[in-house]
């Protein structure tokens, strides 16, 4: 394994793969600092382009976006008061204050420093952690990769929203979506109306894209945010917060490890893990509670930490086990498929070397984003205030020239508008839109997974004792999402229909 | 009463389960097996959650926040009506370009779409518009064209004055 680490070491510092993976990194800190793009989006955007690339110039690519656009979304939040992604909500909450009284420059710097350590600390846990599951993941067969697919979609689906009945029924319907061309076992055709085009299924690229990027910009268009100017104040003052971040050492550890926590767990991800560093600061801070909320560095740099850290434990479940931690891990999962790389024992024996170089990215991208974002804040802020209406057509046609790489045939424009309609009607009825592109992600795996363990074992793979535990654990699952489905059901508020609803 | 949209959506889903499930009656078992794995467990939370969702809409309606998911945030801040007005111009964008790319091919469309979007929808003026579509134009070429070496598909109407012009 050392010898794999020191490889992948070796191979991310030549020129071409550190250039790549600066490209990466300036494309997420963009994204990030304009509110309602952001990682997921630009990933999504961006896989398409990668599509003749070298997995090992790639990679380095896709990881640098993802780790950094939770460094600049702290941008629009602390001088706009508006989130740069979901991850940098509650940063809002002690950032903006700061803003407001002419400590921009120190909220950023601690933001910064904070981001780094925490990015930082979750490539390390990542890197421990295959060591320790190494050997677990190593036992597993077909049968108990059937049921850890399943489990996957159950736990995304469930967790995932306040309606875990509509978060498994839409996975189920990615799996669904997945079956569509010809089966791998006979040849049969399936669902494809005679159709070429899906005679080799949904192209995924195209299905993400449609599902989460036009949804968006047509949410920012629909809304038609414009941002107002940038202040001075967001020049100086960096140096002070960056010492606030050392002087906060046990914080940054704290926030770090909730992190990583909360990115581990499928389904939790991005728009939850900044609350539970804040609250776990305001609960453990001495003074926190006359505090925080008024502009306490503190609250700015726990919820900073934990967003970076995220990505490191987000990898562990979608590198070992194929389950993305979050949303934007299973659209990079999309990306997996596309090179060739299969989440399991593959990532820690024959492809252990593109594992490595995927935590050193994360690293190093953490490093170069925050060094970036420490000189360019200014220029990066100028990017928030763009006007939606003349960013809107530039990424149109960008998402249309990428969904078209997917087959190079006009039904993969037919198929990005049809799955644009599905994602934004999901979007605005409280459907989450996740589990879907999990499923899709993970439906010819899971098929596979169930043919071979019928062919090898018969029905009798479900006694397994590794199925038994995994086929309990969805069933807890289940019943963790009956009991939330009861708790939302008293958050209904009972009040006269009105006739536009 | 007006069915809200996540029920005409839960509707859409069970009658897409609801297909699947019977189309793969006649296929080889071991074809529809998995179907039918699937199938069965998504019907019964749908109509599960049909049954939470048709019980509330007489009397109440959702809080904002009951419609949170772990996905990205919906801004609920414009009113619906304003939504579905500005969500169906989008779309109308969308399908024009389609169109465009249908009839006139990728290399004319996209500048075309810029240009028309920019002076009519963004209404700015004619020197950012060109400037803008042009940049896209450089990229398309760039980085399609030359570095990915796509084969555009040629327009319908452009193959029709080829024929024409041929004979």
Known sequence: ?501 | MKIRPTILLNLLLLAVFTFAAVSAWRWPFATRLFVWAISVPALLCLLAQLGIDLRQTNQAEMSENVLETADLPVDRSVPPKLVLHRGLNFLAWLLGLFGAIWLVGFQAATPLFMILYLKIQARSGWLLSLVLAAMIVAVQFVLFDRLLQIAWPEGVLISWFEEIIQG
């Not at chain 1, 710097?109 to 421990?128: E, N, P, R």
């Not at chain 1, 305001?282 to 509670?289: D, E, N, P, V």
Request: hydrophobic share 55%.
């Open chain 1, 1 to 501: 394994m050392i010898e794999a680490a020191t490889q992948a070491a070796a191979a991310l510092v030549s020129p071409e793969r550190i250039a790549f993976l600066f490209i990466g990194v300036v494309m997420g800190l963009i994204l990030g600092a304009i509110p309602g793009l952001g990682g997921l989006i630009g990933l999504t955007i961006l896989i398409p382009f990668t599509f003749d690339f070298d997995p090992t110039v790639a990679l380095p690519m896709l990881i640098g976006l993802l780790a950094v656009n939770t460094t600049s979304d702290t941008i629009p939040g602390v001088l706009f008061g508006v989130p740069g992604t979901a991850a940098s909500q509650a940063t809002i909450l002690d950032g903006y204050p700061m803003a407001q009284r002419g400590e921009a420059g120190r909220a950023f710097g601690a933001a910064y420093m904070a981001s780094m350590l925490g990015g930082i600390f979750g490539a390390v846990v990542l890197a421990v952690s295959i060591f320790v599951l190494g050997p677990l993941v190593l036992a597993f067969e077909s049968p108990e990769f059937f049921m850890l697919g399943i489990f996957g979609i159950t736990m995304v689906g469930t967790l995932s929203g306040k309606f875990p009945l509509r978060g498994i029924s839409i996975g189920f319907f990615g799996l669904l979506l997945a079956m569509i061309g010809l089966d791998p076992q006979i040849g049969l055709p399936r669902w494809t109306f005679n159709s070429i085009y899906l005679l080799d299924g949904l192209p995924l690229i195209t299905v993400a894209l449609g599902i989460f990027a036009i949804p968006e910009i047509a949410d920012m268009v629909i809304k038609g945010t414009q941002i107002a100017d940038v202040p001075k104040e967001a020049l100086g003052g960096r140096a002070e917060g960056i010492r606030d971040a050392f002087r906060n050492w046990a914080l940054v550890l704290r926030g770090s490890a909730m992190g990583v926590w909360i990115g581990a767990i499928p389904g939790l991800g991005g728009s939850v893990v900044d609350w539970f560093a804040y609250g776990q600061a305001r609960q453990t801070c001495k003074g926190a509670s006359e505090t925080f909320g008024k502009g306490d560095v503190r609250g700015v740099i726990a919820p900073e930490c934990a967003n970076n850290a995220k990505d490191g434990g987000a990898l562990i479940p979608t590198i070992l086990f194929g389950i993305p931690g979050s949303g934007s891990m299973a659209v990079l999962l999309v990306a997996f498929m596309i090179m060739g790389l299969k989440p399991g024992p593959a990532m820690i024996t024959t492809q252990l070397d593109k594992t490595y170089l995927m935590i050193w990215s994360l690293a190093v991208a953490n490093v170069f984003g925050t060094g970036i974002c420490l000189f360019f804040t200014p220029q990066l802020a100028k990017v928030a205030s763009i006007r939606i209406h003349l960013l809107a057509p530039v990424v149109v046609v960008v998402v249309f020239l990428a969904a078209f790489q997917a087959t190079r045939s006009l039904g993969d424009l037919v198929a990005l508008i049809v799955f644009s309609l599905l994602g934004w009607s999901m979007k605005r009825a409280g459907w989450s839109r996740p589990p879907l592109i999990l499923g899709l992600v993970l439906g010819s795996i899971i098929e596979t997974r169930l043919y071979i363990s019928l062919q090898l074992h018969g029905a009798g793979f479900l006694l397994r004792p590794v199925v038994l535990v995994i086929l309990l654990l969805i069933i807890a699952t289940v019943g963790y999402g009956a009991f939330q489905e009861r708790r939302s059901k008293q958050q209904w508020v009972k009040v006269p229909v009105r006739d536009e609803d």
